[in-house]
């Protein structure tokens, strides 16, 4: 939820959706918070270039030469929008896949050396 473009409330949109889904609060509220001033302009840059990949034709790459102006935001808008909801949603698969991944492997060695203790 920290990449969807609804900002000012992702995090309570992130908590809604823990609520409902029952998931961990605390892990979602500390999740959600990866739209952090220093991390802002990776994500805007990787939402407009992850948005350019379903533009096609009609996407615009952003120009660090000239200043930006409310017309240039105003024609990428659309652009940010799509790669920014894409995004989000290939980081919490990757993200989730990852975290799954790393859990089944910490409770196999958990399951591992409690057999090990149980038998000294």
Do not use: C
């Not at 935001?73 to 799509?82: A, E, G, M, P, W």
């Not at 790393?102 to 000294?120: E, G, H, M, S, Y």
């Amino acid at each position: 939820m920290g990449i969807v473009p609804l900002w000012g409330f992702q995090l309570a949109i992130a908590i809604a959706l823990a609520f409902a889904f029952r998931l961990n609060k605390a892990l979602v509220i500390i999740a959600a918070n990866i739209s952090i001033p220093p991390m802002i302009p990776l994500i805007l840059f990787l939402s407009h270039r992850t948005g350019a990949i379903w533009m096609g034709d009609q996407a615009q790459l952003i120009s660090f030469t000239s200043g930006i102006t409310l017309e240039m935001v105003h024609n990428n808008f659309i652009q940010y929008v799509v790669g920014a909801v894409t995004l989000s949603i290939v980081a919490g698969i990757g993200f989730g896949l990852v975290t799954y991944i790393l859990l089944k492997i910490f409770k196999i060695d958990a399951v591992k050396n409690r057999d090990i203790a149980d038998k000294v």
